[in-house]
């Protein structure tokens, strides 16, 4: 399937970023001879610095966003495009884009991407006041369409892989879990709410789509 085939052409990159986000977590074991066992754990991870420092520097400003009037000092135009700023400006607070900011910027540095979907709707917020959601997807769960431009940073569609547990699906799609295949052993046990599924979401202009494997 298409989901596959994006999976095996990424596997390289994918890998890399594997590694990278090893490294952050301190789980690669670096060879230190002339430390001792005790001292080892002291050494500073220089990877988790760096992302952590450049990433936040790089986010600690957001881009300041202007709307030009469609008709230059008409006081009706002038107000219009001040407003719109306005309202911009509030999506971007109830989005906590600030924090969202670091997140992708750190991504950024760490990975060479940091992938942004926006929304018309989405978040807690934008559901209820109808206004865009942003959406910062971890690299390593995104596949985007082959794209033969290495520098369109707007693919035709992108998958995004979920690792999502069984009690996820029953709280938010209770019909749609109820038909999902759930294996034969212990498909009703005090842990089956635990099992792990993946979730594969669909994005292109047109629409999402949701498809649990």
Avoid at 2 to 9: I, K, L, P, S, V
Wanted: glycine share 8%.
């Amino acid at each position: 399937c298409t989901f596959e085939r994006r999976r095996r052409n990424r596997g390289g990159y994918i890998q890399k970023m594997v590694e990278v986000q090893r490294m952050y977590d301190g789980d690669i074991w670096v060879p230190l001879p002339e430390l001792d066992e005790n001292e080892r754990p002291g050494v500073a991870n220089l990877l988790l610095q760096g992302v952590e420092q450049l990433g936040m520097r790089a986010s600690s400003v957001l881009p300041d966003t202007n709307f030009a009037p469609l008709r230059p000092g008409v006081d009706k135009w002038e107000a219009m495009a001040r407003d719109q700023r306005r309202a911009y400006q509030g999506w971007e607070d109830m989005n906590d884009l600030e924090r969202k900011e670091g997140r992708r910027c750190r991504f950024l540095v760490a990975y060479g991407s940091g992938p942004t979907i926006i929304k018309p709707r989405g978040g807690p917020v934008s559901i209820k006041r109808s206004m865009p959601h942003w959406q910062i997807v971890n690299p390593l769960s995104l596949f985007p369409a082959e794209n033969a431009d290495p520098d369109d940073i707007e693919p035709s569609d992108v998958i995004i892989q979920r690792h999502v547990t069984l009690g996820w699906l029953r709280d938010r799609y209770p019909i749609q879990a109820l038909n999902l295949y759930k294996g034969a052993a212990d498909s009703n046990g005090a842990h089956a709410g635990e099992r792990k599924f993946d979730l594969l979401e669909y994005n292109d202009a047109e629409e999402t789509v949701l498809i649990v494997v």
